[in-house]
Antibody, heavy 121, light 106 residues
Framework: VQLVESGGGVVQPGRSLRLSCEGSGFTFSRCGMYWVRQAPGGGLECVTFISFDGKTKYYGDSVKGRFTVSRDDSKNTVYLEMNDLRAEDTAVYYC???????????????WGQGTLVSVSS | IQLTQSPSSLSASLGERVTITCRASQGISSYLAWYQQNPGKGPKLLIYGASTLQSGVPSRFSGSGSGTDFTLTISSLQPEDFATYYCQQLNSFPYTFGQGTKLEIK
């Protein structure tokens, strides 16, 4: 299992950026996916979730209305479209695979190496 | 749901037994996971369902607890264990994380 994020970079406040996460080594279309971010020197924040079929999406309050998650199973890729970026969105963004078991619930079993987004004028 | 980890940092010696605690602001049953993170890397899953060891993780790691109080124990510290540890609740979205515990060599 491998997850590879891309698309990070330096962007001005108010602008947009799209991140990608390509999965390999597993049946991508059967898995829900998360985006999690980590501010410099900070903790982890779960930003968004998309279900295996793309029908269910959740967003954290800090990004609701500005970020949109989507997926293209033909490319084994999940995307994070980020609009109206703010300085507080500066972070390393990780994608993670969702795993669920009836006895234990959900957990994030594989993570990518992350891509850095820096919002600065 | 807020998670409070303690301690926030910990100095320990090789071979020592250490315990990290995680307290939830409300009951989360056993929907808790523990992760290990090394600098510049994505987190690695250690424990899920509060006490189930992820495949490939050494048996010196163990988790316990339910409801609001949880612990991660490392029975005998090895050099590769010095890292930052996070708990995460998966009872309700957004799946929040604790603030982290940095484990350092004494």
């Amino acid at each position: 299992v491998q997850l590879v994020e891309s698309g990070g970079g330096v962007v001005q406040p108010g602008r947009s950026l799209r991140l990608s996460c390509e999965g390999s080594g597993f049946t991508f279309s059967r898995c829900g996916m998360y985006w999690v971010r980590q501010a410099p020197g900070g903790g982890l924040e779960c930003v968004t979730f998309i279900s295996f079929d793309g029908k269910t999406k959740y967003y954290g309050d800090s990004v609701k209305g500005r970020f949109t998650v989507s997926r293209d199973d033909s490319k084994n890729t999940v995307y994070l479209e980020m609009n109206d970026l703010r300085a507080e969105d500066t972070a390393v963004y990780y994608c993670a695979r969702d795993m669920w078991k009836a006895t234990t619930g959900n957990y994030f079993d594989y993570w990518g190496q992350g891509t850095l987004v820096s919002v600065s004028s | 749901i807020q998670l409070t980890q303690s301690p926030s940092s910990l100095s320990a010696s090789l071979g020592e037994r250490v315990t990290i605690t995680c307290r939830a602001s409300q009951g989360i049953s056993s929907y808790l996971a523990w992760y290990q993170q090394n600098p510049g890397k994505g987190p690695k899953l250690l424990i899920y369902g509060a006490s189930t060891l992820q495949s490939g993780v050494p048996s010196r790691f163990s988790g316990s607890g339910s409801g609001t109080d949880f612990t991660l124990t490392i029975s005998s510290l090895q050099p590769e264990d010095f890292a930052t540890y996070y708990c995460q609740q998966l009872n309700s979205f957004p799946y929040t994380f604790g603030q982290g515990t940095k484990l350092e060599i004494k």
